[in-house]
């Protein structure tokens, strides 16, 4: 590996600065330039992360031969045509979740990143966290026998992202908690089952707390406005996947709960049953004849970087297998599609 691969960052909003400072850590990659439609944040950005280029437009920033790969993080009705538009400029993709507004504009997207023959990715850092890995890595070794059942989570108590700002509005954002944080842990519960083949899901949502002007957290940089909040912020689910396994899914932005914030994958094994946040093994021991709770699991983990800027840019110079694959994205957004159907209508969606 001896090539630096230099960044194009579209959006420069409260995670693009994280984002920035992932990617700069790399030995072998660097964000060159930058856009985003608030000339203020963009100049921001710039000068916080040592980004050498600020782009007045998307096109002049994708224009840039000098650029390998864009990073897409704006209000999710731009992820598909900023995706678009960068793969048939020739760049590499990574796309902040969630990947679009529906499964069709999604596929839309993957048909375009094969046809362009670049590598398009979903930037899920949940699946990279250490306690993530090591729970993934006790399924590849099959440590707790038949998965027949998952619970993912995130729950918080008053963690809207800023009120008044598009992350509300159903135009802009698609969806709320469902496609903010419902998004990440349904990704990783897929992934941790390695299991992306739902056959049916029943789904609702809820709004009640954003409307009213309550349950607001501080993520967020754009600009309060006083565009209409009308998305869910809270969503539960029940999955059917194929093989038998079931998976609930329960996020919610702000709701009436002990905790401020709870979140992860609990998986229910016939040997064993695990979680991730953080990571612990429940099981019998069989020779000690007692049960055990192991907090400290030892499991060796398959990317010890981190990091999902790290896995892009080393699959691009390197072997490294590539962790989020377009078809588990479309499959995980064709469920969230599936949810805010099966709410819509009071029934189950069943898939062919
Ligand atoms: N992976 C994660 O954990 C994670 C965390 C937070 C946000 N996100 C995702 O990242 C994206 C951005 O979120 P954020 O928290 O940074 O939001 P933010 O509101 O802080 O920033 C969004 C930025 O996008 C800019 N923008 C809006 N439309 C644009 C366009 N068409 N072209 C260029 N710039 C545009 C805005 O001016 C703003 O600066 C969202 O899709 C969100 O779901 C992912």
New binding site residues.
Partial sequence: MSKTLNFGF???????TWSAQCVNKHPQANVLAA????PV?LQELCESSGIPRACKT?EELLADPEIDAVYI????K??AP?SIQALQAGKHVIL???FALSLAEAETVAAVARSAGKVFTL?M?QRFTKDAQKIKALVATDQLGEIYHAKAYWLRREGIPRLG??FGNKELAGAGCLY?IGV?MLDLCLHLLDNFDPVSVSGATYTRFGNRGRGEGD????DRTDIVFDVDDFATAFIRMRNGTTVSLDAAWACHTELKDRHGVTLFGSEAGACTHPAKLFRRNLVKEEYEVIEEVEADILYPHLDRFHNFINHLLSDEPLCVTIDQALAVQRILDAIAESSRTGREVVFA
Avoid at 10 to 16: F, H, L, T
Avoid at 73 to 76: E, G, L, W
């Fill in positions: 579209i959006g420069a909003g409260q995670i693009s856009h985003d439609l608030n944040r998307a993080a704006v209000p999710n731009f992820h900023l902040d979740k969630p930037g850092n700002t598009w903010d990440h993520w967020g940089k754009s």
